[in-house]
């Protein structure tokens, strides 16, 4: 399930792995203890999440959408969550890894990260262990749990930043971790913005859309998360000392999108479904201007992208 080499506490990847076996087994007796129950329809999903606190309702009531929040859902699947205080775990000791990296098991139906662990039971079931609260291990496991689901709705997860032009059109921003997505955020001179970190883009009556991913980022209080913008451009970003905007060709173009594809775990995907991303991704690069974006630090960056 992991290569050793890469997960460096070992230990805690053990206890994590024991904790949910434990809790799995404990579930009729967690699910019969009193909790609240938080139905939402979390970018069209219709979710339960069952909680043993107020914590993560006040955080969704603060940052989602109010039409997300609903008195009932048709429970599509109910998410336990569970605080890893309860067995015995300080927040110190449960997040002691180095490695970002998120590992699953062949099926991807068991998940395991420095902040979160998490065992899709069944198609109507997950079990969540992390921090009460919508804070990095929650975003991290909607990032393993969320972007396989949509991608039955023919929508990507992009690593991607976002910002609006005053023309209130969407260029978003491609680069490998440390590249300068969000940045590029900070330098938006007044402009509006969507996630710096995860986006959903999404194809509606011939057109492209993006949408703030709600898993995550940092300025994602300010976003509304439900509003979707029309895509003008998509930029690879290069830090250098001098700007230059080049138009990528459609191969080169198609590399960078299926690069910014998120969170799919490729191993687990049945072909169909890693044939659908690639189409969909020479779909993406086919259709939408894609640019090599070297820049500076600045915010003359507007100069060569508005």
Request: hydrophobic share 40%; net charge negative; with cysteine.
């Amino acid at each position: 399930m992991i290569p050793e080499d890469l997960f460096k506490n070992l230990s805690l990847y053990q206890k994590k792995k024991d904790l949910l076996d434990h809790v799995e087994k404990d579930l009729p007796a967690i699910k019969a203890q009193d909790s609240i129950a938080i139905p939402c329809l979390y970018h069209g999903e219709e979710l339960v999440f069952y909680s043993q606190d107020g914590a993560l309702l006040s955080d969704f009531t603060r940052i989602l959408p109010s039409d997300w929040l609903r008195t009932e859902v048709d429970p599509k699947h109910a998410i336990h969550l569970v605080n890893p205080i309860d067995y015995g775990f300080t927040h110190l000791e449960w997040e002691d890894e180095e490695s970002q990296d998120c590992f699953t098991n062949d099926a991807n139906t068991v998940a395991i990260q420095r902040d979160f662990a998490a065992i899709q039971i069944n198609d109507l079931e997950t079990i969540l262990i992390c921090r009460n609260s919508m804070d990095d291990g929650f975003n991290n496991f909607l990032r393993w749990f969320l972007p396989r689901r949509l991608l039955k709705r023919d929508i990507l997860v992009l690593h991607s930043s976002c910002v609006i032009d005053h023309d209130g059109q969407a260029n978003i921003f491609l680069g490998h971790s440390g590249a300068g997505k969000s940045t590029v955020v900070t330098l938006r001179d007044g402009r509006d913005h969507l996630s710096d970190d995860m986006n959903l883009i999404i194809k509606e009556d011939g057109k492209y859309f993006v949408q703030a991913g709600a898993i995550g980022g940092l300025f994602f209080e300010k976003v509304d998360y439900a509003k979707k913008i029309p895509v003008k451009s998509l930029n690879w970003l290069i830090q250098d000392s001098e700007f230059k905007r080049s138009k990528l060709s459609t191969t080169k173009a198609y590399m960078k999108a299926m690069a910014s594809v998120s969170n799919i775990f490729w191993h687990s995907l049945p072909s169909h479904e890693t044939d659908k991303i690639m189409q969909m991704a020479l779909d993406i690069s086919e259709s939408l201007p894609i640019y090599s974006m070297q820049f500076k630090k600045e915010k003359e960056i507007w100069n060569y992208v508005d």
